[in-house]
T-cell receptor
Framework: GAVVSQHPSWVICKSGTSVKIECRSLDFQATTMFWYRQFPKQSLMLMATSNEGSKATYEQGVEKDKFLINHASLTLSTLTVTSAHPEDSSFYIC?????????????FGPGTRLTVL | DAKTTQPTSMDCAEGRAANLPCNHSTISGNEYVYWYRQIHSQGPQYIIHGLKNNETNEMASLIITEDRKSSTLILPHATLRDTAVYYCIVSRSSGSARQLTFGSGTQLTVLP
């Protein structure tokens, strides 16, 4: 089956620093990747949609200058949280979809837990 | 995409069938019903999807009513590892991937 990995699985950083999270599709080409954020005891909230080779589309209320998304290849998308603050502490999850799939089946990564001190 | 309504929580005895309901009364003709689950502190896992016919795979069965306004996910023999939040999502299929809108889901607890 399709596998999506994320790295790192968890990260702790100081306030004001930047953190990069990688999302990789290991055995298929992901034409579209999605980035979600999940706060404790809440559901997943979509942050942005990323298509390979083009700029990401951000959801309303998500600062594109703070959450930088790069989807430079069909197997890799990165999310960089710039100047992180404690309120950015959350569980970040990516998902990937392949154009070859006729359905809206998405494959999710294991998530990255970010803690900003 | 149509909105879905699920019970907040359910319990099920280990070894018994778990039946998780979902209402999607505003579903339109080109929208599919998807089920995902999320085990604590992990990414969501795809379970099954369907349009109007009942579907079965190695994980579960999906029963969709004839009017398509509701569906039921069935885990035939629940195990402790099936304890998770189960999300019912309605989304239309298209040539490109579309976002999935996650609701609150149902917290299924399988009891020993």
């Amino acid at each position: 089956g399709a596998v999506v990995s994320q790295h790192p699985s968890w990260v702790i950083c100081k306030s004001g620093t930047s953190v990069k999270i990688e999302c990789r599709s290991l055995d298929f080409q992901a034409t579209t990747m999605f980035w979600y954020r999940q706060f404790p005891k809440q559901s997943l909230m979509l942050m942005a949609t990323s298509n390979e080779g083009s700029k990401a589309t951000y959801e309303q209320g998500v600062e594109k200058d703070k959450f930088l998304i790069n989807h430079a290849s069909l197997t890799l998308s990165t999310l960089t949280v710039t100047s992180a603050h404690p309120e950015d502490s959350s569980f970040y999850i990516c998902s990937a979809s392949s154009r070859t799939s006729g359905y809206n089946e998405q494959f999710f990564g294991p998530g990255t837990r970010l803690t900003v001190l | 995409d149509a909105k879905t309504t699920q019970p907040t929580s359910m319990d099920c005895a280990e070894g018994r069938a778990a039946n998780l309901p979902c209402n999607h009364s505003t579903i339109s003709g080109n929208e599919y019903v998807y089920w995902y689950r999320q085990i604590h502190s992990q990414g969501p896992q795809y379970i099954i999807h369907g349009l109007k016919n009942n579907e079965t795979n190695e994980m579960a069965s999906l029963i969709i009513t004839e009017d398509r306004k509701s569906s039921t996910l069935i885990l035939p023999h629940a195990t402790l590892r099936d304890t998770a939040v189960y999300y019912c999502i309605v989304s239309r299929s298209s040539g490109s991937a579309r976002q999935l809108t996650f609701g609150s889901g149902t917290q299924l607890t399988v009891l020993p």
